[in-house]
């Protein structure tokens, strides 16, 4: 079956604009994790849903982040007023439950504020 | 605060030899690891895991051993193929929520 799908896979943004990036979990999976991955480094927890429901946010770096999951499958990733410190590539993963640990990644999209 | 630490950055091991990645942790709370390979362009691929409960689960070429005392686990692959060459991370999750990633080993494999 399908896997976890990200659009766009590339971003290009001006300092101080609006982005949103999109995340297709695989079909049937409750849970879904958004990290954020700086260059050299392991991903880093953001946020996660089960269902619809945001369970956790504690990564999220500010309040210039927020992310939504309003009919528990497709997740929107929102960061306002971009700021060079945000480049990174955003992964999503989803999961089968809140009880599976395997988590499958997406190819991720890659954010650079210029 | 590096709760999941893999001290190497890179390692590089012949072809048909084994390849032994090393990943420590502090939080003894996590009752979960997991290892994730991951190639250029692309999103991590799970690999392999273990439970807390276990010292040691196999797939295949690659194994995973637990030294809960020392709060140390290692991926052993064998033998070794030009396909393995990629970021390995090392990951660990509490109570089967977010994942906690080491910041990787680059792994060549040498024909």
């Known amino acids: 079956g399908a896997g976890v799908s990200q659009s766009p896979r590339y971003k290009v943004a001006k300092r101080g604009q609006d982005v949103a990036l999109r995340c297709d979990p695989i079909?049937?999976?409750?849970?879904l994790f958004w990290y954020q991955q700086a260059l050299g480094q392991g991903p880093e927890f953001l946020t996660y849903?089960?269902?619809?429901?945001?369970?956790?946010k504690s990564g999220l770096p500010s309040d210039r982040f927020f992310a939504e999951r309003p009919e528990g499958s497709v997740s929107t990733l929102k960061i306002q007023r971009t700021q060079q410190e945000d480049s990174a590539v955003y992964l999503c993963?989803?999961?089968?439950?809140?009880?599976?640990?395997?988590?499958?990644f997406g190819p991720g999209t890659r954010l650079t504020v210029t | 605060d590096q709760q999941v630490k893999q001290n190497s950055p890179s390692l590089s091991v012949q072809e048909g030899r084994i390849s032994i990645l090393n990943c420590d942790y502090t939080?003894?709370?996590?009752?979960?690891f997991l290892w994730y390979k991951k190639y250029p362009a692309e999103g991590p691929t799970f690999l392999i895991s273990?439970?807390?409960?276990?010292d040691k689960n196999e797939d295949g070429r690659f194994t995973v051993f637990l030294n809960k005392s020392a709060k140390h686990l290692s991926l052993h692959i064998v033998p070794s193929q030009p396909g393995d060459s990629a970021v390995y991370f090392c990951?660990?999750?509490?109570?089967?929520?977010?994942?906690?990633f080491g910041t990787g080993t680059r792994l060549t494999i040498i024909p």
């Open positions: 993963a989803s999961s089968y439950s809140l009880g599976a640990y395997e988590q499958y």
């Open positions: 079909s049937g999976h409750v849970s």
């Open positions: 849903f089960q269902n619809e429901a945001q369970l956790d």
């Open positions: 939080n003894s709370m996590f009752d979960y």
């Open positions: 273990i439970s807390s409960i276990k």
């Open positions: 990951a660990a999750s509490e109570l089967n929520e977010k994942l906690t």
